[in-house]
């Protein structure tokens, strides 16, 4: 009885461990099929991957067995850059590296951090390259002048053309040869600069041109023309403003401008100081710079509105056939103060409540109606601190409140821009 009891126990266990060992043999062939399978499926996807890389980046190719390095060029807008991509062993996007070229450095400039995302972001690499071209497209949008390179006939038809026009008119000229600076004098002896940007087809296509002036710089342009053309159309237009600008040099010269600070040729007004906290702004017309222009006084209404007056009542006597500073003179009953005579911080009050002459480019134009008060303030800082006290109050775009340094009732505009 024992013996037949520990036979049918050892057939029992003999029976489980050849199960046991079908089971494993079972689950090792599973895996090795499972396994054959992912790495199909992952040869399947790297060759497709490779093959949709060639149809987008057809010079972009693997270095080595593992195709964790590739090498070549991206193409973006008939423009080759060299790059060199570093993967991991596992091909993740999120470890690579990426070298290009000194170029393609060099476009990529400010956008490092988005180049970065779309690295970590993309799921493979041709994603990746799509989305680097997507970016380069946009930088070079950006940056116009590194979109093409003219051809050699470029640079010898720049050449012949600077020789016509001569090299003294050259006041300078990038490492691209693509902007130049072009030195031209009027009639009355103004130095004048004007900046041509030439397009890669030049001359078939027109430059693009700029200038210091304070009307649009057009020119005619085609294929036949030259930096010659230019030069001289740019003349045409400066004698064609050389009395709107004697007409500035004149208030410059003889009068304390409080703005602009430092006149450009392009600037058309002129702010001028006529006492302490009083000035007059007026806007001069480039086509009839000696017609009446369009002023506005500037200052406390005690003091403003009797020159108001007086601006109403003798506009009459205006005469075209003189300058604007004496035809100011002769409505206003006035003589400006001059550099001759008078210092310039005379008119240069700091504003009461910033403590400073100038906000960035304005000045204190804000003045405290109260002629025992007179003090001067910005636009922007009087909004701000009217805006923050508990008793003013605003109509439409008018705040009304006191004045800081006497309590007297004050006025300011909302501002419409920021200081």
């Not at 489980?16 to 089971?23: D, F, G, H, I, S």
């Not at 600069?193 to 210091?212: I, R």
């Not at 805006?387 to 505009?413: A, H």
């Amino acid at each position: 009885m024992s013996l037949l009891f520990y036979y049918l126990v050892f057939m029992s266990i003999s029976t489980l461990a050849q199960q046991y060992v079908l089971y494993i043999v079972i689950s090792d062939e599973c895996r090795t099929q499972r396994e054959r399978a992912q790495h199909h499926t992952a040869d399947f996807e790297l060759s497709r991957m490779e093959s949709l890389l060639v149809k987008e980046s057809p010079l972009l190719l693997p270095l080595n067995k593992e195709k964790t390095v590739y090498d070549g060029f991206i193409t973006v807008q008939e423009r080759d850059f060299r790059i060199r991509i570093l993967l991991p062993p596992d091909h993740q996007l999120k470890l690579a590296k990426l070298q290009c070229c000194w170029q393609l450095k060099q476009l990529l400039c400010g956008y490092g951090h988005i180049v970065k995302q779309r690295l970590h972001h993309s799921p493979d690499l041709v994603s990746f390259v799509l989305e680097l071209k997507t970016v380069l497209e946009v930088a070079l949008k950006c940056r116009p002048e590194c979109r093409s390179i003219p051809p050699p006939q470029y640079y010898s038809q720049l050449i012949i053309e600077m020789e016509d026009l001569g090299w003294d008119k050259l006041v300078s000229i990038d490492t691209e040869f693509r902007t130049l600076r072009l030195r031209a004098e009027d009639s009355s002896g103004r130095q004048h600069v004007v900046t041509v940007k030439l397009k890669p087809k030049h001359p078939v296509e027109a430059p693009w041109c700029s200038a210091d002036l304070p009307v649009p710089l057009a020119m005619t342009w085609t294929p036949q023309s030259s930096l010659g053309h230019v030069h001289t159309q740019f003349l045409l237009l400066l004698e064609s403003l050389a009395e709107f600008w004697a007409v500035l040099d004149e208030i410059d010269e003889k009068t304390w401008v409080l703005e602009p600070e430092k006149p450009s040729r392009a600037d058309t007004m002129r702010r001028i100081a006529i006492a302490n906290n009083v000035s007059i702004k007026v806007e001069v017309d480039t086509q009839h710079p000696k017609m009446l222009p369009e002023c506005c006084l500037l200052g406390a209404e005690h003091v403003v509105t009797p020159l108001r007056n007086k601006l109403n009542a003798n506009m009459h006597l205006w005469n075209p056939d003189c300058s604007i500073l004496q035809n100011l003179r002769d409505v206003l009953e006035i003589e400006f103060p001059s550099p001759a005579t008078h210092e310039k911080s005379s008119f240069s009050a700091e504003c009461g409540i910033c403590y400073a002459y100038r906000l960035e480019s304005a000045i204190p134009d804000q003045v405290c109606n109260d002629p025992r008060c007179g003090q001067p303030f910005h636009q922007a800082c009087l909004y701000e601190w009217l805006r923050g006290l508990p008793s003013s109050r605003q109509s439409f775009n008018i705040v009304f409140g006191e004045c800081p340094y006497c309590s007297k009732p004050i006025t300011v505009k909302m501002s419409t821009q920021k200081p």
